[in-house]
Nanobody, 115 residues
Framework: QVQLVESGGGLVQSGGSLRLSCVASGIIFSIAQMGWYRQAPGKQRELVAVITSGGTTNYPNSVKGRFTISRDNAKNTVYLQMNSVKPEDTAVYYC?????????WGQGTQVIVSS
């Protein structure tokens, strides 16, 4: 059974930093493409960052230069370092795994950025 468990969300002031973690189980983590998405109230879920099994990363312009995705295959964990956060970064953040053509989601972790 595949499980993705996010942690690290919370309340942070504008301009501050936060690091999210996602621990995966039930997959061969090293071959999975991992990603972070977010969904703000009333909005569609959107991609925040993705990292391939080879370590290639990609970000949308909205977070490029502020957010960094990384992975530790020994710990089956993917991270999202969020710096210089803005109120518009407020959302539920979800971990995603693309593994053997199947997509899996975590339960999400709430991030609230106060102005």
């Amino acid at each position: 059974q595949v499980q993705l468990v996010e942690s690290g969300g919370g309340l942070v002031q504008s301009g501050g930093s936060l690091r999210l973690s996602c621990v995966a189980s039930g997959i061969i983590f090293s071959i999975a493409q991992m990603g972070w998405y977010r969904q703000a109230p009333g909005k569609q879920r959107e991609l925040v960052a993705v990292i391939t099994s080879g370590g290639t990363t990609n970000y949308p312009n909205s977070v490029k230069g502020r957010f960094t995705i990384s992975r530790d295959n020994a710990k089956n964990t993917v991270y999202l370092q969020m710096n210089s956060v803005k109120p518009e970064d407020t959302a539920v953040y979800y971990c995603d795994a693309l593994y053997r053509r199947h997509g899996y989601w975590g339960q999400g972790t709430q991030v609230i950025v106060s102005s």
